[in-house]
T-cell receptor, first 116, second 114 residues
Framework: DTGVSQDPRHKITKRGQNVTFRCDPI?????LYWYRQTLGQGPEFLTY????????KSRLLSDRFSAERPKGSFSTLEIQRTEQGDSAMYLC??????????????FGSGTQLSVL | SQQGEEDPQALSIQEGENATMNCSYK?????LQWYRQNSGRGLVHLIL?????REKHSGRLRVTLDTSKKSSSLLITASRAADTASYFC??????????????FGIGTKLQVIP
């Protein structure tokens, strides 16, 4: 399978717990994005990696959120001390080139987080 | 924040009819993209139109772009029940800060009735 893979597909957690999501982009894609999507809304940008460097973070990404892409391949998104407002679909996307413009994004199926 | 606004937010049509969705945005863009999302799934890229293009076709899809009005439309001709999904426009503001800043609208939920 050469698509973007996200794990887990679903996560149910209790308020206050920490959760970690994983994204495996398409091999050799340099750019990696995390988005968050709530019901009835479009995806909202969270953060962007170019290879292993995290180049941009949204104001939506509070101190409880941290993302890494240690070797420029897979990425993890951790949420500490989860709150009910964190309940959402977390989407990962990748695109091929660090330099080119006009690239489309390839999305994974997302991780649906429910905080009880 | 979300740059694009799709109109209508929901659309219900009979199979075989055409579906038109509109998108308005606020800032200068490098390109505009349309994506489709089936319920509970990730987004799938449909078509990309560059800022210097006015119209583009792909199969049953036709996209127009008017940069003077900061608006785009997506036309799906001869709709099928399988076209039932949410459709999002996404604006790419170019290499801002070294990356493609791709911002999504809130989407149009299309229902095609068999």
């Amino acid at each position: 399978d050469t698509g973007v893979s996200q794990d887990p597909r679903h996560k149910i957690t209790k308020r206050g717990q920490n959760v970690t999501f994983r994204c495996d982009p398409i091999s050799e894609h340099n750019r990696l994005y995390w988005y968050r999507q709530t019901l009835g809304q479009g995806p909202e940008f969270l953060t962007y990696f170019q290879n292993e460097a995290q180049l941009e973070k949204s104001r939506l990404l509070s101190d409880r959120f941290s993302a890494e892409r240690p070797k420029g391949s897979f990425s993890t998104l951790e949420i500490q001390r989860t709150e009910q407002g964190d309940s959402a679909m977390y989407l990962c996307a990748s695109s091929p080139d660090s330099v080119a413009t006009n690239e489309k994004l390839f999305f994974g199926s997302g991780t649906q987080l429910s905080v009880l | 924040s979300q740059q694009g606004e799709e109109d209508p937010q929901a659309l219900s049509i009979q199979e075989g009819e055409n579906a038109t969705m509109n998108c308005s945005y606020k800032t200068s863009i490098n390109n505009l993209q349309w994506y489709r999302q089936n319920s509970g799934r990730g987004l799938v890229h449909l078509i990309l139109i560059r800022s210097n293009e006015r119209e583009k076709h792909s199969g049953r899809l036709r996209v127009t772009l008017d940069t003077s009005k900061k608006s785009s439309s997506l036309l799906i001709t001869a709709s099928r029940a399988a076209d039932t999904a949410s459709y999002f426009c996404a604006t790419d503001e170019g290499n801002s800060g070294g990356y493609q800043k791709v911002t999504f609208g809130i989407g149009t939920k299309l229902q095609v009735i068999p």
